[in-house]
């Protein structure tokens, strides 16, 4: 009645209606417009939509791991720096004597940590499209604006749109996905060397397929004056362990690290990643199988009426199909998930993303496309 309670005794929960008139008053509207990164459940499906290793680490190394990380005093922080990982991945990589690391959270936070840093008022992002969509989603949750120039039909490079662009737009950030995704082609080097030449700001050249291409810009990393490249251990089989780094000079890398969350790599995997870098011929030997694996798929599909297949470095096959949303749902049907890129930009129209697997889900795979409507 007359007796107002103060309101941490207050029984009962907050009415919903004044939560969402809150909210509504609070966040941004073009956050609000947003939808969140949808993640599609996957259990008992073949998984071929999101470019995962189809392949366990080898169980020798999975004992030694378990070892190793049973001893991490989980109750300290993590060293913020990650000297030890950055160490495991010099010795490792064609880094060029005098550049720079600096570790992210996968190569999202990379991708988010790069956009935070040039993101003054007026900042434009220019990226080619389709491409990776975490450029721009990066770029809108910072505020900077956001130029994409469309690929040519066969998804190369439109070098001239894409100069054109850059003298237009001055852009502080370009991004060139190098393979693609989700074409899965490798842009020409040569075009490349000329948007390098051309951009006012910094190319960041995102090597996320490195290990199924054929060729790389981290040993050239210090011979251009603007040229970062990020890379992650992602897709060569270690997805769950959020690793991603980029290499730059010194001066770049410098400028990331005030951006980047203190302790943003956990120390299970800075405990792990010199563990299973000292096995990467492990790693080798899958994405060797991934990528013979690949060329089984490709022949195969190509040989099938109604499918077109685009040439691919990745471990990933784009192809195009009659009916991309029958075909989605008909593989759907028999158990196999692959990524239905139908609608997602014009130039990918009709086509289907599918994800190199292990042998006997490529089996399944092309089992179940050939009774594809
Ligand atoms: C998968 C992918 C990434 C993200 O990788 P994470 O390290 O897992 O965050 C970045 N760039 C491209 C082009 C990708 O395809």
Redo the contacts with the bound molecule.
Sequence with gaps: MNDPRPPSTRAGPVDAADVRSRVASTIRADVRALSAYHVGRAEGLVKLDA?ENPFALPEALRERLAGVLAEVPVNRYPDGAGDAVKDALARSLPLPEGAALVL????????QLLTTAIAAPGACVLAPEP??V?YRLNAQYANVRYVAVPLHADFSLDADAMLAAIARERPRLVWL?YP??PTGNRFAPATIERILAAAPGLVVV?E??YAFADDSFLPRVLEFENLVV?R????IGL?GL???YAAAHPSWIAEIDKVRPPYNVNALTQAAVPVILAAADELARQATTIRSERGRLVQALAALRDVCVFPTETNFVLVRVPDADAWFSSLRNAGILVKNLHGYHPLTSQCLRITVGAPAENDALLAAIRRCP
């Design positions: 470019m992210g959270n996968g190569s999202d936070e990379l991708i491409s990776f975490m996905a693609n995704n995102d996320a397929y990020v992650t251990l992602s897709k997805a959020r690793l991603g």
